[in-house]
């Protein structure tokens, strides 16, 4: 079963830049696209970055999503942190199935 | 504007069903698939099967084959997943969700708590 894998927490200070990883399991990360969420306690979840780095419209562009195929894993970068920024991400692709797969999340505080 | 809508929460015991509904407003209801996905208190996202709302055709995560039931009914554009057998650990928040513009999950529903308890 194709998984994938996410640091559960990461803090950094505002103002900063963090990277969150996303390590995929088996086969390549890059034969499916990557999307990341982020999830607000309460609230549903919210797109941040979709198809391994595009940003949604709304979205600054102080959030930014790659792919490292040699480490299998993707990552989202978010730079000038700041206090609004906290809040849990998810990384999220397919299998070969088409099935959705979440990554086990990430809580990102800002300190 | 592209809207989805859930039915309220549900207490249920352990070993009953739930039922779930999800009904879509402000684009063509046919367009997109529908997915399902939960989320257990203080846990992560889980993707739990997607159906196709043209034809009716379902695919369900591994974990929940023969435990859920992904229905349609395209008169009221209404989306339903039942979940039989519940136990403690199926208490969560499930949410349904299209992506109608890319990979991306972009429209999801507001969650509907489910809350198995004896």
């Known amino acids: 079963n194709f998984m994938l894998t996410q640091p559960h927490s990461v803090s950094e200070s505002p103002g900063k830049t963090v990277t969150i990883s996303c390590t995929g399991s088996?086969?390549?990360?890059?034969?499916?696209?990557v999307q990341w969420y982020q999830q607000r306690p309460g609230s549903a979840p919210t797109t941040v970055i979709y198809?391994?780095?595009?940003?949604p419209s709304g979205v600054p562009d102080r959030f930014s999503g790659s792919i490292d195929s040699s480490s299998n894993s993707a990552s989202l970068t978010i730079s000038g942190l700041k206090t609004e920024d906290e809040a849990d991400y998810y990384c999220?692709?397919?299998?070969?199935?088409?099935?959705?797969?979440f990554g086990g999340g990430t809580k990102l505080t800002v300190l | 504007q592209v809207q989805l809508v859930q039915s309220g929460a549900e207490v249920k015991k352990p070993g009953a069903s739930v039922k779930v509904s999800c009904k879509a407003s402000?684009?063509?209801?046919?367009?997109?698939?529908m997915h399902w996905v939960r989320q257990a208190p203080g846990q992560g996202l889980e993707w739990m099967g997607i159906?196709?709302?043209?034809?009716?055709?379902?695919s369900y995560a591994q974990k929940f084959q023969g435990r859920v039931t992904m229905t349609r009914d395209t008169s009221t554009s209404t989306v339903y997943m039942e979940l039989s057998s519940l136990r403690s650990e199926d208490t969560a928040v499930y949410y349904c969700?299209?992506?109608?513009?890319?990979?991306?999950?972009?429209?999801w529903g507001q969650g509907t708590m489910v809350t198995v308890s004896s």
């Open positions: 088996s086969g390549s990360i890059a034969s499916n696209y």
């Open positions: 402000g684009y063509t209801f046919t367009s997109y698939y």
């Open positions: 969700a299209i992506a109608p513009s890319s990979a991306a999950f972009d429209i």
């Open positions: 198809e391994d780095n595009q940003r």
């Open positions: 159906i196709n709302p043209s034809g009716g055709s379902t």
């Open positions: 999220q692709s397919y299998d070969s199935s088409n099935h959705g797969v």
